[in-house]
């Protein structure tokens, strides 16, 4: 599969569907939809259902949840990128004002290891640049981390560019990435 052949579209109302079709397949994080970081008004955190009506409320309100990624016409990845304040406390730079948010990412497994994460990154830095964020801010942890890899990895974040600032917990770091 050659790096070119994705493209990459922010998701909105028109392209939600793409996103519950990634979703749903089998493999896919049907059981979170993306709403570990994200506020959620149901007392239960395990309820699927109420995530997925969350995050689609986002969608309807115009907040930006992130982009999904194509190949050949299907949504193969997702990465969740938006603004910092419209996330849970992620612990990041205080200091920093007009930060976006990469949380999370989600590749089909017939995908991985084409270099997509980094296309992902590259994609959500310029979206968010598009839409006026100053900062990048995202929480990465080491490759062998045992929990939390869906946010990606550290050395790819050091790779592109972005910054250590503090640790946020015992396996994220924070890392910007000014625009």
């Known amino acids: 599969m050659a790096k070119s052949a994705y493209?990459?579209?922010?998701?909105d109302r028109k392209t939600w569907p793409d996103l519950e079709k990634l979703f749903e397949e089998k493999g896919g994080p049907k059981y979170c939809w993306c709403m570990a970081w994200r506020e959620l008004e149901t007392a239960n955190r395990n309820d699927s259902k109420a995530k997925k009506n969350?995050?689609?409320?986002?969608v309807?309100?115009?907040i930006p949840i992130g982009l999904v990624g194509y190949h050949d016409g299907e949504p193969v990845a997702w990465c969740s990128v938006g603004?910092?304040?419209?996330?849970r406390d992620l612990r990041g730079d205080a200091d920093l004002k007009?930060?976006?948010s990469i949380t999370c990412f989600f590749i089909r497994k017939d995908h991985r290891k084409q270099r997509l994460t980094e296309q992902m990154i590259?994609?959500?830095?310029?979206?968010?640049?598009?839409?006026g964020a100053k900062h990048v801010e995202?929480?990465?942890v080491d490759p062998d981390s045992p929990s939390y890899r869906?946010?990606?990895?550290?050395p790819l974040f050091e790779k592109m560019g972005f910054d250590y600032r503090h640790k946020a917990g015992s396996r994220r770091y924070v890392m910007v990435s000014k625009l």
């Open 7 to 11: 493209h990459f579209k922010p998701v």
């Open 83 to 87: 603004p910092r304040d419209s996330f």
């Open 122 to 131: 590259t994609e959500a830095i310029r979206y968010a640049k598009k839409q």
């Open 54 to 58: 969350a995050l689609k409320g986002q």
């Open 138 to 140: 995202a929480y990465p």
């Open 150 to 154: 869906f946010m990606g990895f550290k």
């Open 60 to 62: 309807d309100h115009k």
């Open 98 to 100: 007009e930060v976006w």
